[in-house]
């Protein structure tokens, strides 16, 4: 099975930046499509962001248009999401996902992001 850790959350104000990070282990599936989630409370999961293997297709909310960009590392196993331009209703937790297949099949705990006004 594959193992997704999320790192680079924190506290940031209106208008910085935040980079998160997505270390697979275990089986690598980077090679694959994959992509960054959030979840705020109150609030419908939200796919942010994805990615195939070289980035030549992505996707991106309306919502982070513009202010988010996903990469990855595929040598090292790991993906990012540059966060600029941050709003307070960025506020979530972000999870990272892998999707081997058809489906997103594997996930991280999530870091929390909180942007305050």
């Known amino acids: 099975q594959v193992q997704l850790v999320e790192s680079g959350g924190g506290l940031v104000q209106a208008g910085g930046s935040l980079r998160l990070s997505c270390a697979a282990s275990?089986?690598?599936?980077?090679?694959?499509?994959m992509g960054w989630f959030r979840q705020a409370p109150g609030k419908e999961r939200e796919y942010v962001a994805g990615?195939?293997?070289?980035?030549?297709?992505?996707y991106y909310a309306d919502s982070v248009k513009g202010r988010f960009t996903i990469s990855r590392d595929n040598a090292k196993n790991t993906a990012y999401l540059q966060m600029n331009s941050l709003k307070p209703e960025d506020t979530a937790t972000y999870y990272c996902?892998?999707?081997?297949?058809?489906?997103?099949?594997?996930w991280g705990q999530g870091t929390q992001v909180t942007v305050s006004s």
């Open positions: 275990g089986r690598t599936f980077m090679s694959y499509y």
């Open positions: 996902a892998v999707r081997p297949g058809a489906v997103w099949d594997y």
């Open positions: 990615s195939s293997w070289s980035g030549g297709s992505t």
